[in-house]
């Protein structure tokens, strides 16, 4: 019942037209960070916290666990738990509650070509329902994907979501236009990019002023909250 | 020069390139194409980088190879390629990367590839045309080595006809005049001389056409051509032969032999030298023949530098030249009293 649970969430997240990629945009290489990012932020009703990783609730609430199954403290991190401890500094988390779900997404920016962007993947989501049998799900086993947009801080508190048009990146590789490694079925409409980082960077580090890529309908402004 | 003009018909070169070029796009599109089937976007990037790799290609083939393509320039052409290639490249990697997006607004395509790959597809490319066209090239160069062998060799029997053609009328001349002279004299050994006379013209007229004969002909006639000049010159003249080695199957150029001692005969019998004399000595060891003729001048060679005698020893020289090359050493002595000639050949 999660399982099926799980994935209506996710199709309900990902089927709003943006763009999902099997690889990220950003590395712990070209992560980067802006200060101008934290805060609360408001948009439709809806309230969305964004907070660095390791000042973040998320955070918080996973290193009480760690701590409670932590048996060998003087362990020494390998190269990839370094790079993910890089990554993850780097790294933001967009908490917002919509229909009594809690979703935690994590963020990550690069800059590219002068441009912020940001790759969305989902970290945590629970419900707030007393009612019935409370579920929290990690979302550890699952295979991430990423939604891709363009971030412009339009002043101090005010800051625009421009989600990559995932309809129109989906027509041109479907009418033969777009070369990019992508798996599609046609049956179900289902559309993924499967090209690698470097792949992804360049195609945003070359089509990232082009107004085809982005749709009004795809973006969100938020406005700061505190 | 038929297979040549064949290889290089204007019409012929470009089919070869453009089924190279096609070869090479089919390729391309193997490699480039982004799911299991080649899409249009897959058609028109690999058709596009093809077109970047083409005046790399042609600027090696047509420009700096055959310029700078020498031994004592290779610095410069490597040079000069390398920078081809950075330049080409370079040029590959921002179209891709950048530029397309203005000229061709409705494909979406980035560059795929590093610089450094986009380098090793160029210098790839370059190797492999460089090859096909020195490939070719040498196969020219051999088709027309083979032709010009086939030239030099038709030539070179011209000439030898020619030659034999020439010595031929020169020996009868001679001889036909001692005839006379024996005929004048009512000499009693005419019919014998005449006799021998035509076996050395069947020799000469039948048996002599061929480059080469078996050296026991050549001594034959050699023997013949003296009893000859002996019963014409008498006792006035003393003639020493020596003779060594098997004769057992070695090849000979005809009429060589014949040739020298036909220019002693004439030289050392005639005139009024006291004491005429003709040293002749053939050794064979193996493949090498040694010849060695000897023969006392009389005065009328002092006075005679232009007769014709001289005409059969340059006949001969080139004769050496032509079916001996490297193979023959000729040393000929012009002393006061005689003269002499050594032939070594390797048969």
């Known amino acids: 019942m999660k399982r099926i649970l799980l994935s209506l969430i996710i199709v309900a997240v990902a089927a709003q037209s943006c763009v999902t990629s099997l690889q990220p945009l950003a590395t712990y ?124 801080f339009n002043n101090a508190n005010s800051l625009q979501l421009d989600f990559i048009d995932g309809s129109f990146l989906y027509e041109q590789v479907k009418a033969g236009r777009m070369k990019i490694k992508n798996e599609r079925d046609d049956l179900y409409d289902t559309f993924l990019i499967t090209a690698s980082t470097n792949e992804l960077q360049q195609f945003i580090e070359k089509y990232g002023t082009d107004g085809r890529f982005f749709n009004k309908e795809n973006s969100v402004t938020l406005i700061r909250k505190g | 020069m038929r297979k040549y003009w064949e290889i290089n018909h204007p019409l012929l070169r470009i089919l070869q390139h453009l089924a190279f070029w096609v070869l090479s796009f089919i390729l391309f599109l193997q490699l480039f194409k982004t799911g299991s089937q080649a899409e249009k976007v897959d058609y028109v990037y690999t058709g596009l980088f093809q077109l970047s790799l083409i005046p790399a290609v042609y600027i090696n083939l047509e420009l700096l190879l055959p310029k700078f393509g020498k031994r004592n320039r290779i610095l410069v052409y490597l040079l000069l390629l390398f920078a081809a290639i950075v330049l080409f490249s370079w040029i590959n990697y921002n179209f891709f990367a950048a530029w397309s997006a203005k000229i ?112 026991k002909k050549e001594l034959d006639v050699v023997d013949n051509y003296i009893a000859l000049q002996r019963l014409r010159s008498g006792h006035q003249l003393t003639i020493e032969t020596e003779r060594s080695g098997p004769v057992n199957g070695q090849r000979i150029a005809p009429l060589l032999l014949v040739t020298f001692l036909e220019n002693a005969f004439k030289h050392g019998a005639k005139g009024n030298s006291t004491d005429p004399y003709i040293k002749l000595t053939i050794a064979v060891e193996k493949n090498t023949l040694l010849f060695s003729v000897l023969n006392s001048k009389g005065i009328i060679d002092e006075i005679n530098t232009t007769d014709h005698g001289g005409l059969g020893l340059e006949n001969i020289k080139r004769q050496l030249e032509l079916l001996y090359p490297d193979k023959h050493s000729l040393r000929v002595k012009n002393m006061k009293d005689s003269f002499a000639v050594e032939l070594q050949l390797e048969l």
């Open chain 2, 104 to 215: 061709f607004p409705d494909y979406f395509f980035i560059s795929y590839f590093t610089f450094k790959e986009i380098m090793a597809f160029f210098f790839t490319y370059i190797v492999i045309t460089t090859l096909l066209k020195l490939s070719k090239s040498w196969f020219w160069v051999s088709e027309l080595e083979k032709e010009l062998l086939e030239k030099e060799k038709q030539k070179t029997e011209v000439e030898l006809k020619a030659l034999k053609a020439q010595i031929n009328p020169h020996f009868f001349f001679n001889t036909l005049n001692s005839i006379y002279s024996m005929a004048l004299d009512k000499d009693e050994r005419l019919p014998t001389t005449i006799l021998q006379l035509s076996d050395l013209m069947r020799y000469f007229l039948y048996e002599s056409k061929d480059n080469f004969i078996p050296l």
């Open chain 1, 29 to 152: 290489k070209t992560a980067v960070t802006d200060d101008r990012l934290s805060g609360t932020w408001k948009s439709d009703d809806v309230d969305y916290t964004v907070q660095k990783f390791y000042n973040s609730d998320l955070f918080k609430k996973l290193k009480k666990e760690m701590d409670k199954n932590k048996t060998d403290t003087s362990k020494t991190l390998t190269k990839k738990e370094t790079e993910d401890s890089i990554l993850y500094a780097r790294s933001y988390v967009v908490n917002y509650t919509k229909d009594n779900i809690e979703y935690h997404m994590f963020g990550t920016m690069v800059k590219l070509n002068g441009q912020y962007f940001i790759n969305f993947t989902a970290a945590d989501i629970n419900t707030n329902e007393q009612n019935e049998q409370a579920f929290e799900i990690t979302l550890t086993d699952r295979l991430a994907t990423y939604t891709i947009a363009r971030v412009k």
